[in-house]
């Protein structure tokens, strides 16, 4: 370090070095940025513990951190100082893109302002890293914590973050789910806990962790997130607390009510016999002060354009929202009903039950006396609604519940109604009850006429998505209809209906993995995750091998062109390890093919040789050619790709006369496409253009949008390594857009390599550098490394980018390209001023 420098000065040149502005070095020390601004400035000098907390942050040496206080402290005696460089020799890294993924709420938040300002001073100062809101259902939890976290968007350098754990159950998913929000893959011999904490430990970052009440295994995991990253902060919501030392627990209380005045104590027919006529307290201008009467204002006037609150239903509304408990799901559900009911004539049906059924609104004085009071109401709230419906929409409403982040109409008709059709009176009186799985028959015809009225009665929510409707239940709402489903004894039948349907679904999508409706189908299954994972857990933990197997077997190429790597092996091995009979086998055998490819795909390669050699062996004794052949196929592929070109033409060329035997002309083309790499990788390069050619011509007959991309990868690799880089560059553009509307990301990030490397090689360095960053990001996102020959020419084309551009240049454009999204880097390969098209992504 040169003595010219003040210590002002070398701090601030250090920090910028590093990437940190003022502002998150305080928060890594504990010092404001004004602070760290004069003491850049010369204005302060450091303190002897301020010193010591700037030489942790800066990374100083442990050897060096005494030399280094006495530099900040202004004693050092002149003697050398063996302290990092003034630059930090490290490239001038920008602060990081404001990144989120909040959902844009539909309506207002009414009455938070206090709550809102509370949780933002909480997040951003130093007492608390861990805030969980605590409540019941239907409290806002949810709502709150969106509010709270666009709030500090301009906060958190590296953006704040919405993770929805509503549609799972089981623990071990939380930290793929929270690492695919935040589009985090695990890399090769690193496990996916590292890989996140690695992503997360620079970063100043806000996670929204909402619904975790249902994963509280998981919590061990955000202790671990907190003490690996410094400047993570995270929001939770949650019905119980998570129990950890860092926690700081913020009960969200029900909205504010109008109080009860001096003659709240009436009888029910004292106050029934005043027909809710105005007390002295309950005017209305005095009322709409508070929060509940507001939420209440707000949701009834969006029901009914022509509600108001007036000096005559004033009184029933803050009576309602005192009876509500001011809880706003419970509000909303009320307020939604004025079409029907206006205020006095709600509350007057409240009034009018007999003491024998007692209203379920009043339902607290003798709900379970082990669940907390204010669940107790909004259940009392929810059962209200359930009563009120009829009888076929009751029977609706709770079967409803078995899915997981919504339906569409077709998977309501083929899960909720009677599968035995509707019935005469007279069939219904011979029929025996015990042998009936339904206790209402629901037919096709009501299916349509009660979502309507479920969606009327704000119990089920249609979504505005795109394409077909679907609808959506909150969870609370869900979890009451899962309760009613259990007490009726139909749980089990509609969660098998619920499996047996969307495995079909997910079998029904397989065969178009390799025609020209495979984007189609890969966005509807995305669409379906949170059923998916329902159907799967319940296959697995009811030991329904066949089922299990089945499903995970479908699924594979939709986990693997997502980079769904890591959930696919979970439930993949869940799956094998259950015992099923020998009709199984056949499913084992192609499940060992599906694993071996995500193995494959993760760098894992002994793990993949492996389940391809069980897929062979399974084959060979069960004389099953197609597997057979699948199998040579991916052992040929695995050899090619570990250099081996002798034992990968062996194999694969066995396999390509299996799959022509068979007549198997998707085979064929896969089979083609392997050996045209093994060949080019031998430097038969006239071999591998014949081979990459037929195998192209198979994927255009049959409309392969993916395997298309895939070879003209390949092609673009061959004419790249023999110099013909216009002609390479033809193919990769081909290539890549075709990868970004089939939504395969591994193939975008291997067709921008290409492109990268073709640029870097033609003299464009800037652009080939911002290309191989972008491609680099998102293939460490996915956790999918580049085979060791692609690896060996990208790590060529960065070595000619830098020495072209300098290191520091380099450097600086690569991490731009990191820095894009995946549309964006798209756009900018194909020199397109947006990525229109590319939504599959």
């Known amino acids: 370090m040169s003595a010219e420098l003040s210590f002002g000065a070398w701090l601030k040149r250090r920090r910028r070095g590093l990437g940190l502005t003022q502002a998150e070095l305080g928060r890594r020390t504990g010092y404001s940025g004004e602070t ?54 490290l490239p001038y890294v920008l602060p990081p893109r404001l990144h989120d993924n909040l959902p844009v709420p539909p309506t207002p938040l009414i009455g938070r302002e206090p709550e ?186 969006a029901a009914s354009h022509v509600f108001r609150l007036t000096e005559d239903n004033a009184a029933a509304v803050a ?41 379920t609104l009043d339902m607290l004085t003798v709900g379970a006396r082990d669940l907390p009071p204010r669940q107790q109401t909004l259940r009392a709230e929810i059962a209200w609604s359930y009563a009120l419906l009829s009888e076929d929409e009751q029977a609706l409403f709770r079967r409803l519940g078995v899915f997981v982040g919504g339906a569409t109409l077709a998977a309501v008709d083929a899960v909720c109604i009677d599968d035995k059709g509707p019935r005469t009176k007279d069939q219904e009186e011979e029929r025996d009850d015990s042998l009936r799985p339904w206790s209402f028959v629901l037919g096709p015809e009501d ?47 509609l969660q098998a209906a619920h499996a047996h349907y969307f495995l079909t679904l997910a079998e029904t999508a397989a065969p178009h993995w390799r025609g020209s409706r495979q984007v189609e189908w890969l966005r509807k299954l995305e669409e ?90 399974l084959a060979r004794e069960m004389e099953n050619r197609v597997f057979e052949a699948r199998a040579l196929n991916s052992l040929g592929h695995l050899a090619g790709a570990q250099g081996d070109t002798q034992s990968a033409t062996a194999l694969l060329q066995q396999g390509l006369t299996l799959a022509r035997e068979l007549g198997r002309e998707i085979g064929v083309g896969v089979i083609l496409n392997n050996l045209g790499i093994v060949h080019y990788q031998a430097g038969e390069f006239d071999a591998a253009r014949a081979c990459l050619a037929e195998s192209l011509g198979i994927a255009r007959r049959l409309g392969d949008i993916d395997a298309q991309a895939r070879t003209l990868i390949h092609l673009g690799n061959l004419a790249r390594n023999l110099g013909a880089y216009d002609t390479a560059r033809v ?24 492109l990268g490397e073709v640029y870097s090689f033609q003299g464009d360095s800037r652009r080939g550098a911002r290309l191989l960053g972008a491609s680099a990001g998102l293939l460490e996102t996915l956790g999918d490394p580049l085979e060791p020959t692609d690896r060996a020419e990208h790590q060529r084309a960065s070595a000619s980018a830098s020495e072209t551009l300098g290191e520091k240049a380099f450097a600086a454009l690569t991490t731009e390209g990191r820095a894009m999204t995946l549309e964006e880097a798209v756009a900018y390969a194909l020199e397109a001023q947006d990525a229109k098209g590319f939504g599959n992504l």
Not at 337 to 347: G, H, I, N, S, T
Request: with cysteine; aromatic share 6%; glycine share 6%.
């Open 36 to 89: 760290l601004r004069k003491v850049e400035a010369d204005e302060e000098r450091a303190s002897h513990q301020m010193a010591e907390r700037l030489a942790a942050a800066l990374d100083i040496p442990a050897a060096d951190r005494a030399a280094f206080v006495q530099f900040a402290r202004g004693e050092h005696d002149g003697a050398p100082l063996t302290l990092p460089a003034q630059t930090a020799a």
């Open 116 to 301: 809102v300002a509370a949780l933002r001073a909480l997040l951003t100062g130093d007492r608390a890293r861990l805030v969980t809101l605590t409540g019941v259902g239907g409290t806002g939890k949810t709502r709150l914590a969106l509010a709270v976290a666009a709030a500090l968007r301009d906060h958190f350098e590296a953006g704040v973050y919405l993770v929805d754990l509503a549609p799972i159950r089981d623990a071990g998913l939380v930290t793929a789910t929270i690492a695919h929000s935040l589009e985090v893959r695990e890399t090769p011999g690193r496990p996916y806990l590292q890989a996140l904490k690695d992503y997360l430990r620079p970063k100043a970052l806000l996670l929204v962790l909402d619904n975790f009440e249902q994963v509280l295994d998981a919590a061990p995991l955000v202790a671990d997130l907190l003490s690996a990253a410094p400047d993570l902060r995270i929001l939770a919501t949650s019905r119980e607390t998570l129990r950890l030392r860092a926690e700081y627990v913020f009960p969200v209380e029900p909205l504010a009510v109008p109080p009860r005045t001096e003659d709240g104590g009436r009888t029910r027919g004292e106050i029934r016999n005043t027909n809710y006529a105005l007390r002295s307290m309950d005017d209305a201008s005095r009322i709409m002060s508070y929060p509940a009467v507001q939420l209440f204002v707000e949701r009834a006037i």
């Open 319 to 359: 009576e309602l929202c005192r009876r509500l408990d001011g809880l706003p799901l419970a509000i909303e559900l009320a307020a939604a009903r004025v079409r029907v009911l206006p205020p006095q004539a709600m509350l007057q049906h409240l009034m009018s039950r007999p003491p024998s059924h007692p209203p």
């Open 447 to 493: 299916v349509l006429d009660g979502v309507q009225s479920l969606v009327d009665k704000s119990l089920l929510r249609p979504s505005d998505n795109e394409g077909e409707p679907r609808f959506t239940m909150l969870e609370t709402i869900r979890e009451y209809a899962l309760e009613c489903l259990a007490a009726t004894g139909e749980a089990q039948a």
């Open 528 to 617: 379906e995750q949170g059923n998916l994972r329902a159907a799967l857990d319940w296959t697995v933990t009811t030991a329904q091998a066949e089922l299990a197997l089945r499903l995970v077997s479908a699924l594979g190429y939709y986990w693997t062109t997502r980079g769904y790597n890591a959930e696919g092996r979970h439930w993949i091995e869940r799956a094998l390890a259950l015992q099923g009979d020998p009709s199984t086998l056949r499913l084992r055998l192609q499940i060992h093919d599906e694993i071996g490819f995500l193995l494959f795909r993760q760098g894992d390669y002994a793990g993949a040789h492996g389940h391809f050699e069980a897929c062979l062996r």
């Open 731 to 754: 193919h990769y553009r081909e290539s890549l857009t075709l990868a970004a509307q089939a939504g395969d990301r591994h193939f975008v990030a291997v067709s921008l390599s290409g």
